[in-house]
């Protein structure tokens, strides 16, 4: 956006003064509420943000890896593939992330120390943590959902785009790799961006099994100071960055896929 | 039964636990369901009434509501839901008790549900805003000109023109926004409002069989969402009788 077009944007006389009144909120909201707890918490804080996007970006990193199999069966796939991966889609979106995240800590991890190969093996140590948990639930939740956006992109490439692909002697892997894969992503993108965004939004849950990310941090200032809002207010205004962060991420991200297409 | 029992040894005690009768916790679950299909059908009513003024308002709104509107859809959008319902349960029955202290009246005791939907509801309006937005906005403009040629007002170019023509391109998106509404729900467990995942997190906690009940739990959200999955695409159906398929 140019400097002129903002210039536009920004000076009309309503949006000069809803600015104004959002300013003199801010203002009242920084001299008027409480936050004097923010010094002994900043630290801890820093490590929930971080642990925040680090189980953002590995779960959807895994998620995504699982989600390629799981479009490509459903969209090509022989049906003894398609059916399962159609069932473990409609399984996953059919249910509250919050089950699954439980079932997953409470009824999996319930199951594990009855089996003496899992205790004795080098696995245990980490099994007996919360986050792996977090981690497979939220990777699988991902996987549900982007299998099921990718079954449409894969879908969505041309059958002549694959022919030509063939009878230029490509072969089934280089085919995938240069071909329909790059254009079905391209195609994705824009979905992509948006489940990523919800993906943000679902961390949260996994403050209910003792993984200590940044929503667990502002309910611990809560129950150690009794300040109920404005640890809430702030840890909106930080969601807000992230998601701002991500869209702007994506947008850059489909630029630069979009270089050289027409229309 | 008793063949089905030795062929299989948990199965007995599986039934016994969710059996509908106190020492079976089966019954605690239906009514957590109960409870949870009630807050999502509210929720989703809520939502289509903010949705349909937001969307009118975004489309036909001056500036100003149309900015109020955009800060209201693009925030409920980008903070998590969990965070959105603590701070308006919070916020919400705080502000309400202070205005009838200060209007004179007794303060009040705010019921789970009524909370819930409320809370859900607004987050539901700000998705069917941009959804019914979306979808008045692909109905071509000469219907809603030939509407007005034909000396119709507003409110009944509406009702008569615009509804039915956005209604199925508007379907798919509304039944998302009612999968989301019923998984949604389940984020007031964790304000401690006994819908079925906390139903659910209750007896599997006393019982120590985690994975029957959750098992149980997901299946009866499955049944939900697929059946009504089934019902939207009758509708969907239903609506677009007559129309060219695409």
């Not at chain 1, 820093?46 to 959807?60: E, F, N, V, Y």
């Not at chain 1, 080098?122 to 699988?140: C, D, F, H, N, V």
């Not at chain 2, 139903?199 to 019982?207: L, V």
């Amino acid at each position: 956006m140019t400097r002129q077009r903002i210039a536009e944007e920004v000076f009309v006389p309503h949006r000069i003064i809803m600015i104004a009144l959002a300013l003199g909120l801010v203002i009242w909201a920084a001299l008027s509420l409480r936050w004097d707890w923010i010094p002994r918490y900043y630290d801890l804080a820093l490590q929930g943000i971080w642990r925040t996007l680090w189980l953002l970006g590995l779960s959807c990193l895994i998620g995504f890896a699982l989600a390629v199999p799981l479009g490509l069966a459903q969209a090509a796939g022989p049906r003894f593939l398609a059916a399962p991966a159609r069932a473990f889609c409609t399984v996953i979106r059919g249910t509250p992330l919050l089950l699954q995240l439980w079932l997953i800590y409470f009824g999996v991890g319930s199951l594990f120390p009855q089996f003496p190969w899992i205790r004795e093996s080098e696995l245990w140590p980490y099994l007996r943590q919360a986050w792996p948990y977090a981690l497979l639930a939220l990777s699988l939740s991902f996987a549900g959902y982007e299998g099921e956006v990718l079954r449409g992109a894969f879908k969505s490439v041309g059958a002549g785009q694959l022919e030509a692909a063939r009878s230029m002697g490509m072969g089934r892997i280089a085919i995938f790799r240069r071909i329909w894969f790059p254009q079905a992503l391209q195609r994705a993108l824009p979905t992509l961006g948006g489940e990523t965004v919800l993906q943000l939004k679902a961390t949260p849950l996994v403050a209910t099994i003792t993984v200590i990310e940044i929503y667990a941090v502002s309910s611990r200032v809560r129950q150690d100071t009794f300040i109920i809002y404005e640890p809430l207010l702030l840890l909106a205004v930080v969601y807000m960055v992230i998601a701002g962060l991500l869209a702007l991420m994506f947008k850059l991200l489909e630029q630069r896929f979009n270089r050289g297409m027409l229309g | 039964m008793d063949w089905l029992y030795a062929l299989w040894p948990g199965l007995e005690t599986t039934v016994g636990l969710l059996s509908l009768q106190p020492p079976g916790w089966g019954g605690n679950l239906l009514r957590g369901a109960l409870a949870s299909l009630q807050i999502a059908l509210g929720a989703f009513a809520l939502g289509l009434l903010i949705g349909t003024a937001g969307a009118l308002g975004k489309l036909h709104g001056g500036p100003v509501t149309r900015d109020l509107l955009s800060v209201y859809t693009v925030v409920v959008r980008a903070v998590p839901e969990l965070i959105l319902i603590l701070i308006l349960y919070y916020a919400g029955t705080d502000l309400l008790n202070q205005a009838l202290r200060a209007l004179g009246q007794r303060p009040v005791e705010i019921s789970g549900v009524v909370a819930g939907i409320a809370v859900l509801g607004i987050v539901q309006g700000a998705y069917a805003t941009e959804v019914l937005r979306g979808a008045i906005q692909s109905v071509p403009r000469g219907q809603h000109e030939a509407a007005r040629a034909y000396g119709m007002g507003a409110v009944q170019t509406f009702r008569r023109v615009t509804f039915p023509a956005m209604l199925p391109l508007a379907l798919p998106g509304l039944s998302n926004l009612w999968l989301i509404a019923t998984k949604d729900t389940a984020l007031l467990a964790i304000v401690g409002f006994s819908e079925l995942t906390l139903e659910t997190r209750q007896a599997a906690g006393s019982t120590r069989a985690y994975f029957t009940f959750f098992l149980a739990a997901g299946a009866l959200y499955l049944a939900m969402t697929l059946l009504s999955g089934r019902i939207f695409g009758w509708i969907e159906a239903r609506y677009r009788r007559g129309q060219a398929a695409q």
